[in-house]
């Protein structure tokens, strides 16, 4: 089934209910449909994107829903939740299309703020068409859409020497902190009985990174998810308790499934192991309480990721970056415990999507590069590591930081019974420069990420 995604900017000025002056306001959004959008019928699209007010906000994780119906209702109405100055304001309106103005009726949006249901403002947005109606129109892909839900079921067949892990990584946009939801099986490679476990953690912008411990529990093959010990990663929930941790969050998907390893590899477990993202982008609503204060989470921005193999890398790091504007980075670095591969470099496998594109084409571009380009390097270490690579018009430096107070190390043992360790932080600071040859290198976008990069280092 083929889905409907484009992008609109919208400019306009907005007044608050207590306050005299007006203040501009810019709307950059990213629409994403599960079908093809059809004029005479009711469509419903997934909103996310950018809201800037002057002297207010200047939001990168709006999320909200868009109706589009301008036969069958003759509007299109948007519904936008961010924040501002610490508050969640919704911004309501709808464009109302009539025939006698098509233009200024499909151009001019009139709309509400709110603050937990009362009135906290209006405004008047609209679309320049001067400057952005060929963008607009350029911006629209129909993409094959998946159930990221079929990804979320057990892979593991009952064969020794396995391990599949679900994890979630968050950020909480209102106090910076950021979570970790961590679920592992792990089937011994002495053929003993399999094992669930985990963990969960806390890493809030100041003060001390808390965790807590669930299992080693027996494994009972649930059909959809992970499920042991009261503790449940399925499609769209996420619940459970370890020590004084307690979470109920729901999984909102806003992103296709990306496959930080070749696609294939995860049909066919020929390597050693392979990762992906059954959406790479999500948000987040609900509690989580880590015993000395609970979180009211709304629209928390963050991905559900899994993999499958047979344990660790013998040396690995991990990036997954939100980038504003529907992009997001996912970097996975690893030297293999293979005997031939693990004498080798850290294979890097790094998959951008920017602008509704992804890059590189395929996931086996930046780790084997072609006719002598592409090669992509990575520097592994602590507090700091980089990841640089080109292929033939691109080439892109990711440096990330770990500070050693946001950075939690965890201990756990592979299927062999090797230990391994990994340092992680949710709360980590990235640096990310994209350029592009256009004669000379040109840079074609930079991001900035200030402690909400999640970001891990790992050995064993």
Excluded at 72 to 99: E, N
Excluded at 151 to 170: I, K, M, Q
Excluded at 293 to 312: C, D, F, K, Q, V
């Amino acid at each position: 089934m083929r889905g409907t995604s484009f992008t609109e900017t919208m400019l306009g000025t907005v007044r608050l209910d207590n306050e005299d002056p007006v203040r501009r306001i810019r709307l950059d959004l990213r629409a994403e449909a599960d079908e093809v959008l059809r004029p005479h019928r009711t469509t419903r699209a997934r909103l996310s994107g950018r809201i800037r007010v002057t002297g207010l906000t200047d939001d990168p994780d709006a999320t909200g829903e868009l109706e589009i119906s301008p036969l069958a209702r003759r509007r299109i109405r948007y519904r936008l939740t961010f924040t501002a100055d610490g508050r969640r304001l919704t911004l309501d309106g709808w464009k109302s299309v009539t025939p006698r103005h098509p233009v200024k009726s499909m151009t001019v949006l009139p709309f509400t703020l709110y603050e937990d249901g009362a009135r906290a403002g209006q405004g008047t947005l609209r679309f320049p068409l001067t400057t952005d109606l060929a963008p607009f129109l350029l911006s629209f892909r129909f993409p094959r859409r998946e159930d990221p839900a079929q990804y979320s079921a057990p892979r593991w067949d009952g064969s020794p020497d396995r391990t599949e892990v679900w994890y979630t990584t968050l950020t909480d946009p209102t106090t910076g902190t950021g979570i970790w939801l961590h679920h592992e099986l792990v089937a011994p490679a002495d053929g003993s009985a399999p094992q669930a476990h985990g963990w969960a953690a806390a890493f809030p912008p100041e003060g001390k990174v808390r965790h807590a411990r669930f299992g080693p529990t027996p494994w009972s093959r649930p059909p959809h998810g992970f499920s042991a010990d009261g503790i449940d990663a399925t499609p769209g929930r996420l619940t459970g308790h370890a020590g004084d941790f307690h979470w109920d969050l729901t999984e909102q998907p806003l992103a296709e499934p990306l496959f930080t390893f070749p696609r294939w590899s995860w049909r066919r477990p020929l390597l050693p192991a392979t990762h992906m993202l059954p959406a790479a982008r999500a948000t987040y609503d609900g509690t989580f309480s880590d015993g000395e204060r609970t979180l009211t989470l709304r629209g928390a921005p963050g991905a559900s990721a899994r993999i499958n193999g047979h344990g660790n890398a013998r040396r690995w790091a991990w990036l997954h970056a939100e980038l504003g504007d529907g992009g997001v980075l996912e970097v996975v670095a690893a030297v293999s415990t293979r005997p031939v591969l693990r004498r080798l470099p850290p294979l890097v496998f790094l998959r951008l999507r920017h602008r509704d594109r992804t890059w590189p084409r395929r996931a086996e571009r930046s780790a084997v590069g072609l006719l002598g380009i592409g090669r992509f390097r990575a520097r592994i270490g602590l507090p700091d590591w980089t990841v640089t690579g080109r292929t033939l018009l691109r080439r892109i430096r990711v440096e990330v930081t770990q500070p050693a107070d946001r950075t939690l190390a965890l201990d756990y043992r592979d299927p062999d019974g090797a230990q391994a360790v990994c340092r992680n932080s949710e709360s980590a600071d990235a640096r990310i420069l994209l350029e592009r040859w256009w004669g000379h290198w040109r840079t074609e976008a930079s991001w900035t990420l200030q402690g909400t990069a999640h970001a891990e280092v790992g050995d064993r």
